[in-house]
């Protein structure tokens, strides 16, 4: 299902979130990337149907979202994992995923108890699946909500920061699982982990204060930073160089930055290849 | 998978009536794994029924009729025992949002009207179980006691009758008005709503005690007991809402309250679909 927005426009009262947005997604792994406050949570929420926009269009799979069938013919075929999903406390995880099942249409029981328990064994939960979820760690959390998004199969899956929260192997086996799920169908991550989108998407687009400042393929946006990324050693004690210092480490000839700018730092600074961290930063810069 | 396939996977959906129930289904067993609701209406049922005054059903003469004894137990445990499902209520509906739940169940295919009425009904399940047990070790109590094995018969009817209907009313009010007023305000505001509207003696100040909409069952217990319960029907405020008891009124009881008991949740389900399209 390809998203396709067209003036997408929502204010909070004063604050504008989403500024005109325009954004063509086609299928496949998509990332979006922004700083806080950026509206990439607010996008997302106008793509699940939960949020109004306040202005512009956007359609989804051919389907308009101003209209209330156009906005269920998506949620039917939609895997949604809000940013900050709440569970309840009272139900064990297999509990959640039937009846979120049940809520998405999965009406066969046979069908909808099956694809539950694989889906707690794809997040590696079954061996809790029946405990409350009350008191479950931020980490069990999260793969319960990786676990419902998955739920009948859906063909679009908007994912809010999937991977916050995760220890560093869950977190690289689940991006690696949502791209592998991409295949056929569109998945939109968001995420504040640059490397999470380096790893798995073959597009991109930044957000920056309710605008969208670079879409297009990652390895474009890796481009950004050449001639902007440098090498500086200096003396201990000696005070950094100009520009954003995106990595420090301290040896015994002195410490040793990393640092993304415009211009030349120093005198020494040697150019180096930027990977797309440093890309993003630059852009960023601009 | 093909547009067509997903929606055979889905079943048609169009009714929505497993939505409904699947929504009915969770709300009440989380509601029934509340330990606060289950202790709650034991202790407050085991004070009222173990001190209840000589007007009490557990002191009606040896021959008095089985209707009238159970009708005075579901009265009887009305005057505090729906205490404790209003406050278990009413934040069923509120904490979606501070669970964070809400996002998600807003995504999904339902209707936003489905998931308000499946909330009631799991609501109405989940405090009528207690109740209806209440009422079934009472009638246990009295078949024992007046060995009249018919009497446990007339305890599911006094529920059913006396009770259910008031817990409705008490269901659709419970779960919605905490949305305008926040949960703890509700709570305060309903034990006093409780006793004026149900228990003060309607000669003292203005009160609904005694009329139709009095979700104690007043009424109803009056007729299956052929007697006055409380006050049903005695004359004061509103009279138009006091007419004689008996089964016709009885039933009007029960369809009034009722339907007052949706009108909090006709009133909620227009008031969040104007703010949800208002952007
Ligand atoms: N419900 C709301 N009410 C008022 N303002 C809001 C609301 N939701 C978002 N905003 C504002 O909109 C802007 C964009 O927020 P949004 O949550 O979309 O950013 P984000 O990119 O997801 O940020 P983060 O990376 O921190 O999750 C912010 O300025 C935020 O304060
Ligand atoms: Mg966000």
Redo the contacts with the bound molecule.
């Keep these: 299902m390809d998203i396709q927005t067209t003036g997408l426009t929502r204010r909070?009262?004063k604050?504008t979130?989403?500024h005109s947005v325009d954004l063509a997604i086609p299928g496949g792994m998509y990332g979006l990337l922004?700083?806080?406050?950026?509206?990439?949570?607010?996008?997302?929420?106008i793509l699940a149907g939960v949020l109004p926009p306040s202005g512009g269009q956007v359609r989804v799979g051919g389907h308009d979202l101003a209209t209330g069938a156009g906005r269920l013919a998506v949620q039917r075929r939609l895997g949604y994992l809000p940013?900050d999903l709440g569970l309840y406390p009272d139900l064990s995880p297999r509990e959640f995923l039937d009846y979120v099942g049940l809520l998405k249409g999965l009406d066969d029981t046979r069908a909808r108890r099956r694809q539950v328990d694989e889906l707690l064994e794809l997040v590696a939960l079954t061996e809790v699946a029946g405990r409350r979820m009350k008191g479950f760690s931020g980490g069990m959390r999260r793969r319960v909500g990786i676990a419902q998004a998955l739920l009948g199969d859906p063909a679009l899956i908007v994912v809010?920061?999937p991977t916050a929260g995760l220890d560093p192997e869950e977190r690289v086996r689940f991006r690696t699982l949502l791209s592998g799920l991409a295949g056929n169908r569109t998945v939109l991550l968001?995420t504040?982990i640059v490397e999470d989108v380096a790893q798995t998407c073959q597009y991109a687009a930044v957000?920056a204060g309710?605008r969208v400042v670079y879409t297009g393929m990652v390895t474009e946006l890796v481009r950004v930073g050449e001639g902007a990324t440098w090498e500086v050693v200096t003396g201990v004690g000696v005070a950094p160089p100009a520009g954003v210092v995106v990595s420090a480490i301290s040896r015994t000839d002195g410490t040793h930055y990393r640092v993304v700018s415009p211009t030349r730092p120093s005198a020494d600074a040697v150019p180096v290849t930027p990977s797309l961290e440093d890309g993003y930063v630059a852009l960023m810069q601009r | 998978m093909s547009e067509e396939e997903g929606e055979r996977v889905r079943g048609s959906g169009v009714s929505g009536m497993s939505e409904l129930l699947a929504v009915g289904r969770y709300e009440f067993r989380m509601q029934a794994r509340k330990r606060s609701l289950w202790l709650a209406t034991a202790v407050l049922a085991t004070v009222i029924g173990v001190f209840q005054g000589p007007r009490g059903p557990r002191y009606l003469p040896a021959d008095a009729p089985a209707p009238e004894v159970m009708a005075g137990w579901a009265m009887l445990f009305g005057i505090v025992v729906p205490l404790a499902f209003g406050m278990v209520l009413a934040d069923r509906l509120i904490r979606d949002r501070r669970l964070g739940t809400a996002p998600l169940l807003e995504s999904l295919p339902v209707r936003p009207g489905l998931l308000l009425a499946g909330k009631y009904l799991g609501g109405v399940a989940a405090t009528g179980l207690p109740a209806l047990l209440l009422m079934l070790v009472a009638g246990g109590y009295e078949t024992v006691h007046r060995g009249d094995p018919l009497i446990l018969g007339w305890a599911v009817l006094a529920f059913a009758l006396v009770m259910l209907p008031g817990l409705a009313f008490v269901a659709g009010f419970a779960l919605t008005c905490p949305l305008a007023v926040s949960a703890p305000l509700f709570r305060v505001l309903f034990v006093g709503y409780w006793f004026w509207g149900n228990m003060l003696t309607p000669d003292f100040l203005p009160s609904l005690t005694g009329t139709l909409v009095t979700p104690i069952g007043d009424y109803q217990a009056s007729w299956l007991s052929g007697e006055l319960a409380l006050f049903a029907g005695v004359p004061g405020w509103l009279n138009f809402l006091r007419p004689e008891p008996g089964a016709g009124s009885a039933l009007l009881s029960i369809a009034l309250l009722l339907l007052l008991g949706l009108l909090p949740l006709l009133v909620t389900h227009t008031v969040l679909a104007r703010r949800r399209h208002a952007a």
């Excluded at chain 1, 806080?36 to 929420?45: F, I, Q, S, V, Y």
């Design positions: 909070f009262g604050v979130a989403l922004g700083a806080n406050g950026a509206g990439k949570t607010t996008l997302m929420r940013q809010d920061e968001s504040h957000m309710g």
